[in-house]
């Protein structure tokens, strides 16, 4: 089908045309025969790189043309930013509005009623509906992408929440993007679409094992001749090797963090030769700009510049956004060669590559190590071969033994991805959402609750919600004991801790002022109602193991036993009284306690690369812990604030901007200026200079000496201004 069967204006057709489509594919053609264009719920189940985002883009340049106003579901921060980027480059220029909202969970982002097109995460959202925004019932199409996730424990409960509310309050059209998956058509009845399943693929995919076989290793593919690797070595090296000598990419997927730093650093000792010396002086530049992307390089970036120069390099979520930016845009231009990643990036970027390699197909969890479900490994696999670059791709599935071979070949070349299953019931979940539902008035009552969850996924595969309600009794009775909801005419029955509700009755549920706070402040109502308890008692110390057992804190990482002893001995000095050493919560307590640790150390300036040795936290896991420990504290301080308790208020304030900038109290005053980190401040700091008015007083020889002349100079320039607008204030 041509693009001018879409009797889109010549401008946008023309966008199209130069993004590289001229005709639509099958599944393409397939969303349109089923009413895409006509305002019909569907749901596109479909191989990754066939052709789905373009269905998203016809039905949001559809609705913009109709005046619409467009919602775009994603699971990730970072795959929200690519979109944004994407979409924006194409579409602002034909008036087209298009915003992000990733960001601050606790606004209603009123500024959002004046563009056509919204990106945001699905966690964002969830926040936007619990400000009531007055545009969300203005939106006439919703986009989820990735909604096979529903299925995973951690994101789906708040994309099932979320689109059963939007379901409710918009009359919108509701388009749904999946992998393909065994019971995609569940999805589309509960949605009320049509369901549109492709295995089209616009790049073949070749699957094969790739296994030792005597002398040689061997590649067997399901539908291409198999290769014979006359090669002796480690399975990472054969193939890596294989892939450059025929000038091509791979991406390899490892289970840990671990191995795909020590995989990258294997691939490093046979890549360079086979760069160009352009390549390499290319090479040279990113892995300078790896190496500075903190002020004072860690280990880990000594590492990852140094495979950098060899055109290899690895990805996990321990990286800092700079580096892992560098990473995706080198890739993507094919400077990186060999990419090793965690599973984590095979959902979501756009990081295609001809060969994926997929070492590890089992991970540990509780009870030991499991195969990796198949639909991982199809989204694994999916990101082989570029559309524009390759005509074909291979993912080859890495055993270790011949025997092993026909274990992977049936389990994932021959296998069927499973069916996905709502996490709903989840009481950790349901807690979150219960509360939201009660203090945005969308339940009002008991049975407001229930007819709100008998339109969800759970209810509609189960076809019974009574485990959900059951749950939700209990919670309800956990949320009026935190004083964040009343309850009227409730009949509880203390003995079993469960609410003996009659559905019948008009049960009234309604939230506190307080209740309402902590819906709006995106909290789990456990972790408020301890934030809330330990505003009772002395601060820093105190609060800060408080935000460290938080749910929003979780995972933390475990103490090893090398480290038990001095994170034990912390404890004791400490005051603190925690579990008996044989209580089962004392692992967990432990955790908690070397995270709080870990945060006064950052609070006193311990270097990046100090603390990377002293617990293990990488410089990009850092960045997160500190980002939610700030944001932990920022609702620490509102509660505290709402509560009439102004000094915890302020002493809550105060630990959340020294975690913001990893310093101690002294330096606040200057590391809130343009320019100047925790590093600068202790130099200025040290130099006598303590805050604005002594920067404005000193000569710009003596900054220019400390900091350098072209950082002394805005530095002057800025606080200047600043000053002179606060004495502009007190004029009278």
Known sequence: MNLSRLDFPEEITSILEKSGISELNPPQIAAIKSGLLENKNLVIAAPTASGKTLIAEIAFIKNFLNSGKTVYLVPLK???????????????????????????????????????????????????????????????????????????????????????????????????????????DEIAEWLDAKLVKSDYRPVKLHKGVFYPDGSDSKIEFLEKEKYILQADGENELILSADTLSRNKQALMFLSTRASAEAAAEKISRISEKFLSREEKEKLAELSNEALNALGNPTKQCKRLASLLKSGVAFHHAGLVAKQRQ????NFRNGLIKILTATPTLAFGLNLPAWRVLIRDTKRYGGYGADYIPVLEIHQMQGRAGRPKYDTDGEAILMAKTKAETKELWERYILGEPEPIYSKLSLES????????????????????????????????????????????????????????????????????????????????????????????????PQSAHRLIENLKVQPDMNYLLAASQCMEMRPLSAVKQKETEWVEEALESSGLVGPDVW??????????????????????????????????????????????????????????????????????SKIKLRIRYGVKEELLPLVRLRSIGRIRARLLFRNGIKNISDIKK??????????????????????????????KRFKF
């Not at 560098?326 to 845009?329: F, G, K, L, S």
């Not at 509660?639 to 002493?651: D, E, F, G, V």
């Not at 000193?698 to 900091?707: N, S, V, Y």
Request: with cysteine; net charge negative; hydrophobic share 40%.
């Open 429 to 524: 979940v349901l807690r979150m959402h219960v509360l939201s539902l009660v203090s945005c008035e969308a339940a009002r009552t008991l049975q407001h609750l229930q007819d709100f969850f008998s339109k969800t996924f759970f209810a509609h595969q189960y076809k019974d919600i009574d485990e959900v309600m059951e749950k939700v009794g209990k919670i309800l009775k956990e949320l009026e004991s935190y004083n964040f909801i009343r309850i009227e005419n409730g009949n509880f029955i203390s003995n079993e801790f469960v609410p003996a509700f009659d559905i019948g009755k008009d049960i009234k549920l309604e939230a506190t002022r307080l209740g309402k706070r902590v819906s709006e402040l995106y909290l789990d």
């Open 326 to 329: 560098i990473i995706e845009d």
């Open 583 to 652: 209580d089962i919560d004392y692992e967990d307590f432990l955790k908690s306690f070397k995270a709080s640790l870990m945060f006064t150390d950052w609070m006193s300036e311990t270097g990046e690369d100090k603390l990377l040795e002293k617990y293990g936290i990488t410089p990009g896991e850092l960045y997160a812990k500190t980002t939610t420990a700030e944001w932990i504290f920022y609702a620490m301080a509102e509660l505290a604030k709402l509560l009439n308790k102004r000094l915890p208020a302020n002493a809550a």
């Open 78 to 184: 970072a795959l929200a930013s690519e979109k944004y980027r994407e979409f924006k480059e194409k579409y602002e220029k034909i008036g087209m509005r298009i915003a992000i909202s990733i960001g601050d969970l606790d606004s209603d982002d009123a500024w959002l009623r004046s563009y056509d097109l919204i990106i945001a995460s699905n966690e964002k959202m969830d926040s936007l509906l619990r400000h009531s925004p007055e545009w969300i019932n203005r939106v006439s199409l919703i986009i989820a992408d990735e909604i096979h996730l529903i299925n995973d424990a951690s994101r789906g409960p708040t994309l099932e929440v979320v689109l059963t509310r939007l379901h409710d309050i918009a009359n919108a059209q509701i388009l749904a993007l999946s992998a393909t998956i065994q019971n995609a």
């Open 698 to 727: 000193a000569q710009l020889e003596k900054l220019e000496a400390i900091l350098g002349r072209n950082v002394a100079k805005q530095l002057k320039e800025t606080t200047e201004e600043n000053l002179d607008e606060k004495m």
